[in-house]
């Protein structure tokens, strides 16, 4: 199985910029898809962004389009997600994932194995 970390989180304006990563430990961190999630108080968790391990096809939610960019380097065993113009909408706790099951249409929290710890992103307005 593997291990995932997540960092990056924090304070910051709407509108600015973050950086997350999730770092993995254990079985071979290229053969996962990879995704991300948010959670905010009181909502269901939804899914943000997600990239494949076959070919590095990437995904993401329709609040997040044109905003937010995932990347992966396998060398490093990392994933990240470069988030650009938050909004106040976007404050939640950001979770990565791993699949070992699925690696094509990543979209639901379902097709996901092995769940990070989350790391918390606060967007002030």
């Known amino acids: 199985q593997v291990q995932l970390v997540e960092s990056g989180g924090g304070l910051v304006q709407a509108g600015g910029s973050l950086r997350l990563s999730c770092a993995a430990s254990g079985r071979t961190f290229s053969l996962y898809a990879m995704g991300w999630f948010r959670q905010a108080p009181g909502k269901e968790r939804e899914f943000v962004s997600g990239?494949?391990?076959?070919?590095?096809?990437?995904y993401y939610a329709d609040s997040v389009k044109g905003r937010f960019n995932i990347s992966r380097n396998n060398a490093k065993n990392t994933m990240y997600l470069q988030m650009n113009s938050l909004e106040p909408e976007g404050q939640a706790g950001y979770y990565c994932?791993?699949?070992?099951?699925?690696?094509?249409?990543?979209?639901?929290?379902?097709?996901?194995?092995?769940w990070g710890q989350g790391t918390q992103v606060t967007v002030s307005s």
């Open positions: 994932a791993a699949s070992e099951r699925v690696d094509d249409g990543l979209g639901y929290d379902f097709q996901f194995d092995y």
């Open positions: 990239i494949s391990f076959s070919y590095g096809r990437t």
